[in-house]
């Protein structure tokens, strides 16, 4: 339950997830796992690189989150992810310095992890996604 802030992974936003693990996994990377999340309305693959993780993210219905931003603005970066040991303090630390969180209580993302995300206006205009560490 301690260690310091890392980056856990960085998420890309795609139409069609098993093309796009494809293209990744020619440059190398392999993916470990691919997961369905309700909660976010997407499909995702996890391809680890390093300590830290690309994450595809495929919209799983026409009318969520990535979905919208897929139509908005095409495949690309959706968001980073930096891994916190404690995320409940960790929100109150974003809080405390003026960084507005985008849901009220932190949620289950993939892997199990409790989730929360940032508002970008506030973390110099990219989505941030805070994942609490697996606990041991
Ligand atoms: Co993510």
Redo the contacts with the bound molecule.
């Keep these: 339950m301690s260690g310091p802030v890392g980056l856990d992974?960085v998420?890309v936003a795609v139409h069609d997830l098993d093309a796009a693990v494809r293209r990744y996994e020619s440059l190398g990377l392999r993916c470990q796992h691919v997961e369905d999340v309700p909660s976010e309305g997407v499909r995702?693959a996890f391809l680890p690189a390093g300590e830290a993780a690309l994450?595809l993210?495929q919209p799983l219905q026409p009318d969520g989150p990535v979905a919208r931003f897929l139509q908005a603005r095409g495949e690309g970066l959706h968001?980073v992810?930096l891994r916190v040991p404690d995320l409940d303090a960790a929100l109150e630390r974003a809080r405390a310095a003026g960084v507005r969180v985008l849901e009220p209580a932190p949620r289950l993302?993939?892997r199990g992890r409790r989730?929360a995300f940032l508002h970008p206006k506030d973390t110099s205009g990219v989505l941030v996604?805070l994942?609490e560490a697996a606990r041991r």
């Design positions: 992974h998420a995702v994450e993210l968001h992810a993302g993939s989730v996604e994942v």
